[in-house]
């Protein structure tokens, strides 16, 4: 977990394998300039943007925990105290309760300090601090008057926060994981900013970029 110390042995992120869901179809995938993941299908050459595709997984999965109850965390073993801004302490208590739904168990420590038991788990090299900042901070001055719209914002922010970057390494497990989440998505081929999160180049685009046509 990076600067936030150790943590108790974790339930499963969206990179370990959680269900008995058959593999067998799912194509090889090579990462590209630490950004893309690729395969080849029978039409042409696909790319998925990782960051994206983990964010719209993140998203489904954290709308899904404010309908069903609550996010899988993990335990620190050792609390992590942060001293907030004024503006992400107003951000923290007007979204206590959501973000303990998504993972995140905080505790008063006085003044502006919160103290952090437990945190999600999206993936191994998860910085839960930066996460918890940044989103504070892109939360700060949130006056969303619908509760569910305020709830979508709140699920779109740590999504994007917490997701896997652009640049980060990953395994072919982690690849073959994230893409079967992915595909079992409601809407696997946008993020929550609406950007593409898979483009197809066909063979005839190829071919005509190379003068074969």
């Known amino acids: 977990l990076g600067e936030i110390g150790e943590a108790v042995p974790a339930t499963p992120s969206t990179f370990e394998s959680r269900e008995a869901e058959d593999e067998s179809d799912v194509p090889t995938l090579t990462q590209f300039h630490r950004t893309y993941m690729t395969f080849e299908a029978e039409g042409g050459l696909v790319l998925i943007d990782q960051h994206s595709a983990h964010e719209r997984v993140l998203f489904e999965r954290f709308m899904d925990a404010f309908e069903g109850g609550s996010s899988p965390s993990q335990r620190l073993l050792f609390p992590l105290t942060l001293t907030l801004t004024p503006a992400e302490s107003e951000a923290l208590e007007s979204h206590r309760d959501a973000l303990g739904t998504l993972g995140f168990e905080l505790g008063e420590f006085g003044g502006q300090a919160v103290i952090v038991h437990a945190v999600p788990n999206p993936h191994p090299r998860f910085d839960a601090e930066r996460c918890l900042r940044e989103s504070l901070a892109a939360l700060a001055g949130d006056r969303a008057a619908a509760a569910a719209s305020k709830v979508q914002h709140l699920a779109a922010t740590v999504a994007c926060k917490a997701a896997i970057k652009g640049g980060d390494p990953m395994s072919p497990q982690e690849m073959r994981a994230l ?25 005839d685009e190829l071919e005509r970029r190379f003068g074969r046509r």
């Open 179 to 203: 893409f079967v989440a992915l595909r079992a998505c409601t809407l696997p081929a946008h993020d929550v900013h609406g950007r593409q999160t898979i483009v197809q180049l066909s063979w």
